[in-house]
């Protein structure tokens, strides 16, 4: 079963403007990742959230954690180009061998 | 650097072939992944392994196995490749108790 659900499916902005995506899950969680996905590549991690945290920052990157909405938010700041990308989030149940359980990922279109 | 790597970027194998894909890392990690993504349903894990000769069954196995004979390679294989395997494979690694993950740049393998 799909435990993050990204919000929206898609998104295009401009450059220089935020772009915001969303993360609804549906049980308990040790903590919240997100990842990007350049197109037809494999996926690196961003930042990770803890469930005893509320907000964290990286950079251009600011990620925050409702764990009674049970919902994250990735926003991205003054966005690039080069931001081109697919965002997942993973959640990590605290289950056996640290398996996470991934959304299906918001498509992010920054034009120049 | 963690390094993961797979053996194919692409593949393409016949119906009813037996496939195997490859994935070393290079950092020593105990745990590893094998993930099938395709559009609109996000990344869905197939096995993984938390030590050597150990495995799991993640969401979807069927049609799948694993082998983990050495720590650094994890090895998913296609006994009998159907048309409905045809899909993008990520492997993963990552520290045991550390939630993230490290991935390869992915195999995209058509099955005709």
């Known amino acids: 079963s799909q435990q993050g659900e990204e919000d929206p499916q898609a998104l295009s902005i401009q450059e220089g403007e935020n772009a915001t995506m969303n993360c609804s899950y549906k049980?308990?969680?040790?903590?919240l990742q997100w990842y990007r996905q350049n197109s037809g590549r494999g996926l690196v991690h961003l930042i990770l959230?803890?469930?005893?945290?509320r907000e964290k920052h990286s950079g251009r990157l600011r990620v925050t954690l409702d764990t009674s909405k049970k919902s994250s938010s990735l926003l991205i700041t003054a966005s690039r180009a080069a931001d081109t990308a697919s965002y997942f989030c993973?959640?990590?149940?605290?289950?056996?061998?640290?398996?996470?359980?991934f959304g299906e990922g918001t498509q992010l279109t920054v034009n120049p | 650097d963690v390094k993961v790597t797979q053996s194919s970027r692409y593949l393409v194998k016949r119906t009813g072939e037996k496939v195997f894909l490859e994935c070393v890392q290079d950092?020593?990690?105990?745990?590893m992944f094998w993930y099938r993504q395709d559009p609109g349903l996000g990344l869905r894990l197939i096995y993984f392994s938390y030590d050597v000769k150990m495995k799991e069954k993640g969401d979807i196995p069927e049609g799948y196995s694993v082998s983990r004979e050495k720590k650094e390679r994890f090895s998913l294989i296609l006994e009998s490749a159907s048309t409905n395997q045809t899909s993008m494979y990520l492997c993963a690694s990552s520290l045991a108790g550390i939630a993230q993950q490290y991935f390869g740049p992915g195999t995209r393998l058509t099955v005709t």
């Open positions: 993973a959640t990590d149940e605290g289950t056996s061998g640290s398996r996470l359980t």
């Open positions: 950092m020593d990690h105990e745990n």
């Open positions: 959230i803890r469930s005893n945290e």
């Open positions: 049980t308990s969680i040790n903590n």
